[in-house]
């Protein structure tokens, strides 16, 4: 690691620089701010991430402007706030006068038992910062995260909509909003762009600043462990509580979440979140943007990474399936030698992918459509919010006067890794869009190219019959029906002029 | 504040009052949006305070305890001490009542996550870190998962129970037709936000505070003495307020209090014992999931001549609260249907899974999910329409015997449903949506609107009982305090709004302070939706005493006879007089006047004796109904809820604002219980789905945008209830299984006269089993 490094990580709160120093490399920021700070306002409903009454703000720098976004920080290290203004739902009110947010909440009645409303509070408080037109869906998306067992979640929506929804030119105005330069400025300081190493050679937590440390620092110390959003590994620590005694943060790395659009395509870098690259996929096409909206909760989306989603190797990963049928590939980095391959071939088996020892997930390349070439992604999941899926469905048909010309189909939740379709994929080249029947033999293909199991998702036999009418859906919507007569959720026609 | 606009409904106002019967907010609303209402794990905690938690044999549901391995644990760097049962001093029992669930685990292991030994250390990590380190050697046995390993098995926690009215087998063998089935419904995670938790604190002589996430300190109370051998009243069970409860913390909330004292006491230390989640989720029980097995005999116009039905429920390894849960499955078999005649059967299985317990509703929603799908399989095989049927089969206006032998008199749910079928449009819609059905491919419409009756009042007499206590300040300040608990249903700003109203003041001179055995002993929990029905006329009782002495103070002040002082607006008025609140209170302080009193309340009329079958086990009926529509996918079984319209009967609310928020966030939980939420348990006895990741509750995205919730105005209970208000904690729960028979009917659109095999919960999967068996695959 390149000197000189730092050996503490520094937060903005309330607009005081906190320094925490010698914390354990797992230390959650949920135990930073209620055992060490005893700030009890935060709650911990389930300590995985899943129900958000820990919903804390992080507020960054993006375009010398302060973003705030909503994270768990129940499974968020400590260590990755560091150059973050941290607000908690104490923060809100100023001299007896309530936040916005909170005044709506309370004239809505939106509280009842009240354990999952500082996490709502918060979330609210950041779609509130965002300082832009607010709709219903947007106050739901916003709360994807955030579990209520009491309301029925009406007289929050209602709130969310007053507080964030009803100001004509959509600024906020608020005390985070009069010291907003202040605090930019503040934050801008906290950046001094050098490493931060935390600890002993044993047992550290360290964040890079560059790509080049933390490709020297991970080859050096190939059994550490990589943090991006945490949003997986924060449940090593507090559900499997296993001990990782050296974590390597990227989130700090310069230039590792650039989201790069050309003629071609879109570069993810590693540690762009799905926040980050929502609308970079999403132009490529809307179902992309509905997959990327469905992907954990906003509290998931906006800690979580595409890069770790693929890392991690998950068989129920949402993002793979879609990124594998568009033809996406992946690039690896060892110390100074990169490589890029397929996305499929990254992932060899379960729980095994293509990457040596200290080599680490780069970027993610995504080609962008022909005009030739259509394409579908469904997720099937219990609910629709923050699930995981039981099975996700991607396709990608390129299309010659009605004719499938060549098929990438790619599932999730079908087999141990995300994996193509190979039977099927052959059989529908020279399928008719406008004949049903000639897709049988592709929808009977289907059957052999997956060996499904059963679980607390789904059976096997329901992932393989869904599987099946998935592509029987797709083609359905591709020979002309409008999806509104073909979903529950989830419609093209407001922003799709592909298939028109 | 919010004022509500057009949310009541009907003709027949109730009187206005000064500040019961408005849209006061929550209590703790100010507080719990700035982080600033503290629940058990954000008290302060006392210096040195310990960290317990729990552990058990992560490999076994079932089987004899050969040997248990603590040395690991006890090496573990921070742990002060590790419990088992031999360090019960008292009885290692903590059950509500009727026995059989010990603390710890002694002998054998009776289900996946029994717990085994307890782990104090210095910190929370510590403690749950080394409560893995236990080896615990079990000669495992295959466990009974099922209702129908248990029936295999004849296994039971109970014996069978029975109601039968008139001769239902005659009934049926001489009906026109007969129609049997058979319907599976989904137990429900209560998914309380704040988990289970509790702090205890040893005070002198070996006393104990027990701050405690419960809705019975009572009970709390009881076993922590009784499992420490030390008398009730060396221990005060404390709550100020849970993060939900919904029936999980009235028995179960006891075990992890008894823990954490048992934790106290034996280091001499304060001791916190708060549940991991998923430990919450394996280690406490669920809603009673059931088998229910029917036929149903009928005439050619849709009326029921007789039922016979079997209630099997999954009770887990004891009795638990097993007896009054599926008593109360019974009491609801019939919902708002007057039965000719009736045989309601109900079997208390046991199964090697954790004791199943109270949630909301008490068993009555799975009573009600049968009876509703009965009658759309009826309707569906006549080709008529369900609410059609429903109507016809409703108890009449005049009132009826229900199957166990109450009379129903204060029967509204014909009024109601014309009204919301009116106000819901259900027939132009029910038109449009045959339309649409007709033409749709893949997606498929279904509407339902179904009624609820549901009995107010503990099944279990002898609970139907309250106390409260009340002080006025010599600076007119006023503190209440009563046995019912808050775990966001309101019924604390609920019973202020009675003491207000009744001192004249307002609300905000009127302290809530946490309930606590010390102050009213011999609680009931709270639970059966009596919260403010009990505590609120004990309450008033209180307050009228107290208000009475005052009054005279008064009367002698303006030379006016007793019956002419009045109590309002902040003051006392006597002839054209007045003085303030606060002056009378110092004029009666001064006088030698008491100005503290104790309140106390039996519920009326309350006369069930389950052995003779013979009484009345309810004081009253709360009415609703709900109009939903859903939309299907039947290539993939998602589903969306498109509309819902509730019309909800609570007497002349106590609260409306409260009142709507209980009756939306009821319905939404419902809702989750027949759709999204689904318990699996593997072949092993293991709860597969033990956290939020893989037990989906509703979010706001699945509550439909086109929700029209309104209150029935009947003018008031007929029953002498606080200012006529009715119960509203449970009741609307039910309504969600207008969702369900929505999503029956959309299936049902697939092959008209076949009834749909659809079970609950409705998750994508169940309704692609019933599509599929719809459409021959």
């Given amino acids: 690691m390149s000197e000189p490094s730092r050996a503490s990580i520094r937060y903005l709160s309330c607009g005081r620089i906190i320094e925490a120093t010698n914390f354990e490399p797992t230390a959650t920021l949920l135990d930073h701010l209620r055992l060490t700070r005893g700030l009890t306002g935060t709650k911990e409903g389930c300590g995985e991430g899943d129900c958000g009454a820990c919903t804390v703000a992080l507020g960054r720098l993006v375009d010398g402007r302060i973003v705030y976004r909503p994270v768990n920080a129940c499974i968020l290290l400590l260590g990755q706030v560091d150059g973050a203004d941290v607000v908690t739902v104490e923060d809100l009110s100023e001299g007896g006068q309530l936040h916005p947010v909170q005044a709506a909440m309370v004239a809505h009645h939106g509280s009842q038992c009240g354990f999952c409303t500082p996490g709502i509070v918060m979330s609210l408080f950041t779609l509130y910062q965002a300082g832009e037109e607010v709709g219903r869906d947007d106050v739901l998306s916003q709360l994807s995260g955030n579990l209520c067992r009491c309301t029925g979640y009406r007289p929050i929506v209602e709130a969310g909509l007053e507080a964030c929804g009803s100001r004509p030119d959509h600024k906020p105005a608020d005390a985070f909003a009069a010291r907003a330069a202040e605090t930019a400025a503040k934050l801008a300081a906290l950046d001094d762009g050098t490493d931060v190493f935390i600890g002993s050679r044993d047992r550290f937590f360290a964040a890079p600043a560059s790509v080049d440390a933390l490709a020297s620092l991970y080859a050096a110390h190939a059994d550490a462990t990589i943090v991006a959003g945490a949003t997986d590994v924060g449940l090593w620590v507090t559900k499997q509580l296993r001990d990782l005694p050296k974590i390597i943060h990227v989130g700090r790395v310069a230039g590792f979440n650039a989201v790069a659009i050309d003629d071609t395509g879109v570069t993810l870098g590693a540690g762009a979140t799905f926040a980050d690259s929502r609308a970079a996929v999403a132009a490529i096409d809307p179902d992309l943007d509905e997959v990327w909206r469905r992907i954990g909760s906003e509290q998931v989306r906006a800690s979580g990474t595409v890069g770790g989603n693929i890392a991690n190797g998950s068989p129920i990963g949402d993002s793979p399936p879609a990124l594998i049928a568009l033809g996406a590939t992946v690039t690896l980095r060892q110390g100074s030698a990169t490589r890029s391959i397929p996305l499929e071939d990254y992932f060899l088996a379960y729980g095994k992918q293509d990457r040596r020892p200290g080599e680490f997930v780069a970027a993610v390349r995504v080609p962008k459509l022909h005009s030739d070439q259509l394409f579908r992604a469904y997720k099937i999941a219990k609910r629709y919010d923050q699930d995981i899926s039981a099975v996700m469905a991607a396709f990608r048909f390129t299309v010659d006067t009605g004719f499938i010309r060549e098929a990438r189909i790619a599932f999730g939740g079908m087999a141990a890794t995300p994996k193509r379709a190979a039977g099927a994929e052959k059989a529908l080249v020279g399928a008719s869009l406008a004949d049903p029947g000639s897709w049988g033999m592709a929808l009977d293909a289907l059957a052999k190219d997956y060996q499904p199991i059963d679980d607390m998702r789904a059976s096997a036999a329901y992932r393989r019959d869904t599987g099946r009418a998935l592509l029987e859906k797709a083609l359905i919507e591709l020979a002309g029906e409008t999806t509104t007569a073909t979903r529950v959720a989830g419609f093209r026609e407001a922003s799709d002029e592909r298939v028109a | ?777």
């Fill in chain 2, 1 to 777: 504040m919010n004022a509500l606009p057009d949310q009541t409904t009907g003709t027949s106002e109730p009187e206005p009052l000064a500040v019961a019967r408005r849209p006061v907010p929550h209590d703790s609303a100010i507080k719990q949006v700035q982080g600033g209402a503290p629940y058990i794990d954000d008290i302060r905690e006392p210096a040195g305070t310990l960290h317990v938690a729990p552990g058990y044999a992560r490999s076994a549901a079932k089987g004899k305890i050969l040997s248990v391995d603590l040395a690991a644990v006890r090496a573990f760097p921070g742990v002060v001490a590790v419990l088992t049962a031999a360090d019960i001093p008292g009885k290692n029992e903590c059950s509500p009542s009727i026995g059989g669930d010990p603390v710890f685990a002694e002998g054998e292991i009776l289900f996946h996550g029994q717990v085994v030994y307890a782990v104090v250390a210095e910190t929370r990590d510590a403690a749950r870190k080394a409560a893995r380190l236990g080896h615990v050697e079990v000669a495992a046995e295959p466990p009974a998962v099922d209702v129908e390993a248990a029936i295999a098995r004849n296994a039971m926690v109970l014996p069978d129970y029975e109601f039968v009215k008139g001769d239902p087998a005659a009934a049926i063998a001489a009906a026109p037709a007969r129609l049997s089935g058979s319907i599976r419904v989904g137990g429900q995670e209560h998914f309380y936000l704040e988990g289970q938790a509790a702090l205890a604190v040893p005070m002198e002589d070996g006393d104990l505070l027990v701050h405690t996430s419960t809705q019975h300190p009572t009970e709390v109370q009881h076993l922590v003495a009784k499992v420490l051998a030390i008398p009730d009243a060396a221990v005060v069970a404390e709550c100020r307020r849970m993060g939900g409860g919904f029936g999980g913390k009235e028995s179960q909330a006891t075990q992890w209090a008894v823990i954490a004292a048992l934790a106290a006491r034996v280091t001499g230390k304060p001791a916190k014992l708060r549940l991991d989640r998923d430990d919450d989720m394996i280690m406490t029980g669920k809603r009673h999931d059931m088998r229910v097995d029917w036929t149903v005999a009928y005439d050619g116009d849709g009326r029921i001549d007789g039922v016979d039905v079997a209630f099997l429920a999954r009770c887990g390894y004891s009795a638990d609260l097993s007896l009054g849960v599926v008593d109360r499955t019974m009491f609801h078999a019939d919902n708002a249907y007057d039965y000719p005649a009736a045989h309601i059967l109900s079997r208390r299985l046991k199964t090697d899974t954790v004791s199943n317990t109270a949630f909301r509703g008490f068993g009555g929603p799975q009573g009600i999910v049968f009876c509703e799908r009965m009658i759309d399989a009826l309707a569906i095989t006549l080709g008529r329409d369900p609410l059609d049927v429903r109507k016809a089969n409703f108890y009449s206006s005049a009132g009826g015997t229900t199957p166990y032998g109450m009379a129903v008199t204060d029967n509204i749910i014909h009024e109601l449903v014309d009204e919301l079928e009116t106000t819901s449009d259900y027939r132009a819609r029910r038109r449009a949506i045959g339309d649409f059905n007709a033409t749709s491919r893949v997606l498929k419409k279904g509407l339902a609107l179904t009624p609820l009756k549901f009995g107010i009042s503990f099944t279990l007499a002898h609970l139907n009982q309250a106390g409260a206590l009340v002080h006025v300040y010599s600076d007119g300040s006023i503190m209440v305090n009563h046995g019912g608990t808050e775990m966001g249903q309101g019924l604390y700003i609920k019973v202020a709004q009675v003491v207000a109203e009744e001192f004249g003041v307002g609300i905000d001179k009127v302290k809530i302070t946490a309930t606590t055995t010390a102050k009213v002993p011999n609680t009931s929990p709270t639970a059966a939706s009596s919260g403010s029905d009990l505590n609120g006329m004990a309450a008033k009782v209180a307050v009228d005493k107290i208000r009475g002495r005052m009054a005279e103070v008064a009367a002698a002040h303006f030379a006016v006879p007793v019956a002419d002082t009045r109590f309002a607006d902040g003051r006392v008025f006597g002839g054209n007089r007045s003085i303030g609140f606060e002056e009378l209170a110092k004029k009666c302080y001064l006088a030698r006047v008491q100005l503290s009193d104790t309140g106390y309340y039996a519920t009326p009329g309350i006369t069930w004796n389950r052995e003779l079958k013979t009484g009345n086990p309810f004081f009253y009926f709360a009415y609703g109904a709900a109009c939903s529509e859903v939309t299907i996918d039947t290539l993939t079984g998602e589903l969306r809820v498109d509309r819902v319209d509730i019309l909800h009967d609570c007497g002349a609310s106590l609260n409306p604002a409260i009142d709507i928020g209980q009756i939306e966030g009821g319905f939404v939980q419902g809702m989750g219980w027949l759709t999204t939420e689904e318990l699996v348990f593997d072949a092993g006895g293991r709860l597969a789905t033990h956290a939020p990741s893989t037990y989906k509750i509703p979010t706001a995205t699945d509550v439909p945008a086109d929700f029209r919730v309104k209150l029935y105005s009947s003018g008031g209970n007929r029953a002498d209830t606080i200012y006529r208000s009715k119960a509203v904690g449970e009741p609307p729960l039910m309504l969600a299984v207008s969702v369900f028979s929505a999503v029956t009917d959309a299936v049902a659109s697939l092959k008209p006269g076949v009834v749909p095999p659809l079970d609950a919960p409705a998750t994508p999967e169940a309704i692609m089993r019933a599509v599929k068996a719809m459409k021959g695959k």
